[in-house]
């Protein structure tokens, strides 16, 4: 039986309200990142898009696509994922790592360290298993995810280079983004889940914006962009105080960056400079990913970055949050929520808050 799929489903995708692209074929794949900066500023690669690790130094999964295709507004999904044959999934769940009780335990252990040592705030991270009745196309979840989407974020990496399958995800927190010599970023750190209420829902969002507890872990994910950007900019300015954005399941702190470029980089270079901020990591950033690696199951890609870079050096990467790896085979998925500890945190209400993360990727599996 012939694959009815549309010619256009594309191996990687980035939507952006402001302007997506989408990629289909392989001319070679990298799994050093620096390896793919060096054939982009050489002048060998049109494009490189793709995956960057959580863990820094482990492979990343770039590619160097055949046809690339980029829009203005954000990407529309085809009407195949929509009302066609491909609209259809069935999934459920099948296991969490760890289970609630225990990510609440490790929570507390984390607050503990977090009161005896120079750690000031880690991420902890929970995942959840998922299977589908028949494989599932990874474009599918993408197309669900935009529609669902408050700004028609989404994206698709394909994690071929490295041997496994898709990652796919909505994630609202730009890692950096250049454009000519403008750099920007837009981290995410302090979160509260939205309210099916008006009015409890407009409470929640107040009492974030007034948390003592959220501004703190906020204020480390911009100090850290703003020394490791510093260096590298002729100006670089970011507003005191957070604002609030929300997606349909939380309200977060967020802090719009910018600057001007001070020397040839290219955006993956910048993406490489910043990752992991401590919004996906912690601070000190060492110790923190020190704990997370002794406690956690590897991460793989999730708290990574999701995005592309063409030969001029523009390019944007997404912090790879509310996504899901899907593998190989397409019968099975796993999907990850983090949320930032500090000394103040309470292990339930970081429960409750990675529960309220995943209904992002969940709703869009119809769990």
Known sequence: MSNPRPSTAPDFLLSRTHGSVRTQGSIRTFTDPWDAVAALKNGEAEMVVGALPFLRGAPAALTVPEKIVREDGPLEPHSYYRIGPGSELTAAIT?????????????AAAVATLKNTALEKVVLARAVDISFTTPVDPRLVAARLIDNSHNFDGFIADLGPVGRGFLVGSSPEVLIKLQ??????YPLA????????????????ADLQASTKD???????????LRLLEPVCSSLSAPTVPELTKTDEMWHLATPIV???AREMTALELALLVHPTPAICGTPVDAAE????SVETPRGFYAGAVGWCDASGDGEYMVAIRCAEVEPDGLTARAWAGGGIVASSSPSAELAETDAKLRTILRALGL
């Open 190 to 205: 302090g979160s509260a889940p939205r309210s099916a209420d008006p009015v409890a829902d407009h409470v929640a969002g």
């Open 290 to 293: 020190a704990l997370i690696e």
């Open 215 to 225: 501004l703190a872990e906020h204020r480390f994910v911009v100090e850290h962009l």
């Open 95 to 107: 296991g969490f790592d760890p289970d609630p009780a225990e990510h609440e335990e490790r929570v």
């Open 259 to 261: 600057g001007t470029l």
């Open 180 to 185: 000519g010599s403008t750099v920007t970023a």
